[in-house]
């Protein structure tokens, strides 16, 4: 049973979660969208993610620009300066290794990383700006997570030269087809023809390893899943027994995703009050929480091509697993 939230109830909450929350749980199969993941709690889980042995995607694609930085920087720079923004930077750890490419190419450069969390930012930017002197950090807040990718814009910088922007991380993977290629076309629209787009994505591989990745030994990605109910809990003063729920990472053939739910054991009644909501669940009823996509070879290219990119270059790790693609903005 559901009951609308009276505004009295919710003033003090973040709209955007309790629309999300109110919707998602109301919807069948029941769901919650993955950017609820990424509050404090669960950015230091999904971290912690990043370093799991079973965790391949962070380590492969460190792998493949460690080896590749100056090329991509000199293919993206094609003999003019270059800068370089990134969607979703966060600790931009990885990109250090371009970014010091890039110093080394032209003695320094702009970088525009662009995050929803200003904390993050603001940490990205000073350690940055201490170890690899030569970058000058222009942070820019702004969420293109959320929804349909309708509320992202990268606004022209009115630098010279050419611009490189990244979106590394496999995060393209988290988005449906459709949203994920509205947001390559918006970032084609804020760019210049010339101007360069670098699209980390995750390719298909067999089952057991995929598999494995989204459901670890130690259990840090099952933490991470249900730390979902845990903010729930916190900011909607919800109910949720956190540990009836049952963490599944299942691979979807079909739809060449990863899936991630959370599994209701028994029957169970839970109450949010500050949505004045009560849901109730049946004895393993799930709530989907994460479709993470794995592309096939070729197909993050013409995701570019569509959305006007060249396809410039690609470069993979000697398995295979993971794919860096450039495409050059046609
Ligand atoms: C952020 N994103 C690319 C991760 C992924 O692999 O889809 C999030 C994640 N979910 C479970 N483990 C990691």
Request: charged residues 25%.
């Amino acid at each position: 049973m559901s009951v609308a939230a009276s505004p009295a109830t919710i003033v003090s909450i973040d709209e955007c979660v309790a629309e999300a929350v109110r919707e998602g749980l109301a919807s069948r199969p029941k769901r919650l969208p993955a950017w609820l993941f990424y509050d404090a709690a669960g950015s230091r889980l999904f971290d912690e993610i990043t370093e799991l042995p079973e965790y391949y995607l962070t380590r492969t694609e460190r792998g493949i620009l460690a080896s590749r930085a100056k090329e991509i920087v000199s293919l993206a720079a094609d003999g003019a300066r270059l800068s370089i923004a990134e969607l979703g930077a966060g600790s931009a750890e990885k990109t250090r290794l371009l970014l010091k490419a890039a110093v080394e190419r032209q003695g320094t450069v702009v970088y525009e990383p662009v995050d929803v969390s200003a904390s993050a930012l603001d940490g990205a930017r000073k350690r940055i700006q201490r170890e690899i002197p030569g970058v000058t950090v222009a942070p820019r807040v702004m969420d293109y997570t959320r929804g349909d990718g309708h509320k992202f814009r990268l606004e022209r910088n009115g630098q010279q030269g050419r611009r490189l922007v990244l979106y590394i991380g496999s995060s393209i993977g988290n988005f449906e087809p459709s949203a994920a290629m509205q947001l390559l076309r918006r970032v084609r629209t804020g760019l210049t023809t010339g101007d360069s787009f670098l699209l980390g994505v995750d390719l298909v591989k067999d089952k057991a390893t995929l598999q494995n990745a989204y459901d670890d030994a130690a259990g840090v990605t099952a933490a991470f899943n249900r730390n979902l109910l845990v903010r729930l809990n916190s900011e909607l003063d919800a109910d949720f027994d956190i540990e009836t729920f049952l963490h599944c990472a299942v691979w979807n053939s079909k739809k060449s995703r990863m899936e991630m739910h959370l599994a209701s054991q028994s029957a169970q009644r839970v109450r949010l009050e500050a949505l004045n909501l009560t849901v109730d669940f049946a004895r393993g009823e799930t709530i989907h929480t994460e479709n993470s996509y794995k592309y096939r070879p070729g197909q993050a290219e013409e995701m570019m091509a569509e959305a006007g990119f060249a396809p410039a270059a690609t470069w993979t790790d000697e398995r295979g697993w993971f794919a860096v693609c450039l495409g050059r903005a046609r």
